[in-house]
């Protein structure tokens, strides 16, 4: 069971960081988009990884669907994450002709149609959240849908963090999922 601190603290940074995120500048967040994509695409754990699972930014997070074609034009398999309940979601296969849907939540997000990618087929993970800190911790939208699903992955787990988003610490529950990498947009911090 959560602790009402742990509670209260994550809701309480969660209102101050989509704040600060809304204040951000259109030509921050392109200029900041491009640092972060630069960095991601250079990684080596990307270079050497089939299959992906990328996640369509919404709001103030990186406009992450610029990450697709480039992705594909390497020759990548990509996923996009579909919300199949409360908390619980899956990877499926994406191509340039897959129809998005929105959903309610506001993410865009393939059909049932698309291919399903089980868990243990995806070779690296693009996590988003509102804030990470140095040791891999993260903030998320408060759903639990990634604390859900990543422990049944063996993937390499990375998230993009914005400079102003990267914490000295986020708070932490006994079911929240850390990621190996933490990609600012002048740093790659693997902890």
């Avoid at 409360?86 to 049932?112: I, K, Q």
């Avoid at 087929?121 to 699903?149: H, M, N, T």
């Avoid at 049944?152 to 529950?173: G, I, K, N, Q, S």
């Amino acid at each position: 069971m959560p602790s009402t601190t742990t509670a209260e603290e994550k809701a309480a940074l969660r209102a101050a960081l989509r704040r600060q995120a809304a204040s951000l500048s259109p030509e921050e967040r392109t200029d900041s988009d491009a640092a972060l994509f630069s960095r991601f695409l250079a990684l080596p754990e990307v270079a050497q990884a089939g299959t992906i699972l990328l996640y369509h930014g919404m709001g103030a997070e990186p406009d992450t669907k610029q990450l697709l074609v480039p992705l594909w034009a390497a020759g990548k398999r990509l996923a996009l994450p579909r919300c199949t309940g409360p908390g619980s979601m899956e990877a499926r296969m994406v191509d340039p002709s897959t129809p998005l849907h929105r959903h309610r939540f506001g993410m865009w997000e393939p059909g049932a149609e698309c291919p399903l990618v089980e868990p243990e087929e995806l070779e690296f993970i693009l996590v988003p959240g509102l804030a990470f800190d140095r040791q891999g911790g993260r903030l998320g939208q408060g759903g639990g849908f990634y604390d859900r699903y990543l422990p049944r992955c063996t993937a390499v787990t990375a998230a993009l963090c914005r400079t102003h988003f990267l914490l000295e610490h986020v708070p932490r529950e006994s079911h929240d999922c850390r990621v190996a990498l933490v990609v600012t947009e002048t740093a790659v911090l693997r902890p």
